[in-house]
Nanobody, 124 residues
Framework: QVQLVESGGGLVQAGGSLRVSCAVSGYIFSMLTMGWFRQGPGKEREFVATISWSGESAYSGDSVKGRFTISRDNTKNAVYLQMNSLIPEDTAVYYC?????????????????WGQGTQVTVSS
């Protein structure tokens, strides 16, 4: 059974940085495309970033481009989201997701496995 467990969320002031992590078990991690999504209060789920199996390809959503960076460590079965220059609008529950069917993906419905989420709150 594939399990994704996020960690590292918390409260941070605007302009600060935070790194969230996602540990994966139950699958050959290097065969999984990973993604980060978020859902803010009263908002729809939003694509944040995706990274390919090998880490060679990575893409971010327009709202976080230049501030957030996705990375992975296939030796640790983990994916990370480094978030810099945080703004209050980044406040959301952040979810990691995995799929073995696409090299990279911006679309939540293309992911098969999801974590439980970690709360990130940015104060002004």
């Amino acid at each position: 059974q594939v399990q994704l467990v996020e960690s590292g969320g918390g409260l941070v002031q605007a302009g600060g940085s935070l790194r969230v992590s996602c540990a994966v078990s139950g699958y050959i991690f290097s065969m999984l495309t990973m993604g980060w999504f978020r859902q803010g209060p009263g908002k729809e789920r939003e694509f944040v970033a995706t990274i390919s199996w090998s880490g060679e390809s990575a893409y971010s959503g327009d709202s976080v481009k230049g501030r957030f960076t996705i990375s992975r460590d296939n030796t640790k079965n983990a994916v990370y989201l480094q978030m810099n220059s945080l703004i209050p609008e980044d406040t959301a529950v952040y979810y990691c997701a995995a799929t073995a069917n696409y090299r990279t993906s911006y679309f939540g419905h293309e992911y098969d496995y999801w974590g439980q989420g970690t709360q990130v709150t940015v104060s002004s």
